[in-house]
């Protein structure tokens, strides 16, 4: 019976996913071990289970003929093949988001780019307005003080 039995180290043990570690060899509500699985509810059932849940139930089979060729069966290869191209997919996408984000830094650094430049062109613009506004307020200023002298000399004269 275990000529195709194949043992398994402790590490590789160790390292099984956390949902298989849990699987139960015996029944939680007997406390004995699993030997027919019943295809009507999906489950695996100890003798005492069959005379108490499964007594009307049809289609009852030893689980090891359930379980004896899983390795090699179809699903098995269909979900090798189905991880295999799942990681491939996987690859592709971590790929893709790191293309994404290198897009995206490249993108940050031109429009801050934009930004620096753009505020440079608007406080040279703002610079030239204000020296022109301060021009024409000195200018004006002038005109209008040189005015108010004649004036006030003009008065000055008559009195």
Not at 25 to 41: G, M, P, V
Not at 43 to 59: L, R, S
Not at 119 to 128: A, G, T
Request: hydrophobic share 35%.
């Amino acid at each position: 019976m275990s000529k195709h039995h194949k043992v398994m180290s402790i590490h590789d043990y160790q390292n099984l996913p956390e949902y298989m570690l849990n699987i139960k060899n015996n029944c939680e509500d007997h406390d004995l071990k699993y030997e027919l699985f019943c295809s009507f509810h999906d489950c695996a059932c100890c003798m005492k289970c069959i005379k108490d849940k499964h007594d009307n139930c049809k289609g009852l089979v030893p689980l090891g003929d359930v379980v004896g060729n899983i390795k090699s069966s179809a699903f098995v290869s269909k979900v090798e093949t189905d991880l295999v191209n799942l990681l491939e997919n996987l690859k592709t996408i971590k790929l893709f988001f790191s293309e994404n984000l290198s897009a995206l830094e490249k993108q940050k650094t031109e429009a801050i780019t934009r930004v620096h430049t753009m505020r440079r062109s608007i406080n040279y613009h703002l610079d030239k307005l204000e020296e022109s506004l301060l021009n024409d307020i000195s200018s004006e200023f002038s005109k209008l003080q040189e005015t108010i002298g004649n004036l006030k000399r003009e008065i000055d004269n008559k009195n």
